[in-house]
């Protein structure tokens, strides 16, 4: 409100019953110096100035937004590709691994052939398929066991 008459000019453009009830509202509008004025209209200029438009904000918050998204994406794509595989892989590494640790390893031959020499060997853990468990099927868990 740096001039008085500006408020004046525009209030007289109001209906008579509303700027009546405003008045008994409110009661008469105090004059505010210009200099007051001026210096709360700055200091709100000040504090809601960044130096960066609001578009220009936008942009740059997009751009950050496609970046992090991008960069999950990629991270997932990493994580599947190199997450280890599912001990539910085929039958006959499941049937291999005799220890339960999730994997065939040497270990798997050990167990074996204790149960082999015990005499208490499944058939279900004939791994080479010629229908009896032998040292055969100790070899070939322990080759699989080894290979890279």
Known sequence: MTNPQDFDESESALPDAFRSAMKSRYGP??????????????DARRHLSTGISPLKRR????????????????????????????????????????????RVDILDAFVMAREIRSGR????????????????????????????
């Open 59 to 102: 942009r740059f918050s997009a751009w950050k937004v496609a970046a992090l998204a991008s960069t999950m994406a990629t991270a997932a794509v990493l994580f599947l590709a190199l997450s280890p595989k599912s001990v539910d892989g085929p039958r006959e590494t499941v049937a291999q691994d005799l220890d339960g640790n999730g």
């Open 29 to 42: 509008v105090a004059d505010v110096p210009s200099e007051i004025d001026r210096a709360i209209l700055a």
């Open 121 to 148: 060997g499944q058939i279900s853990h004939d791994v080479n398929g010629d229908g009896q468990l032998d040292q055969a099927d100790i070899n070939e868990i322990a080759q699989r066991a080894v290979m890279l």
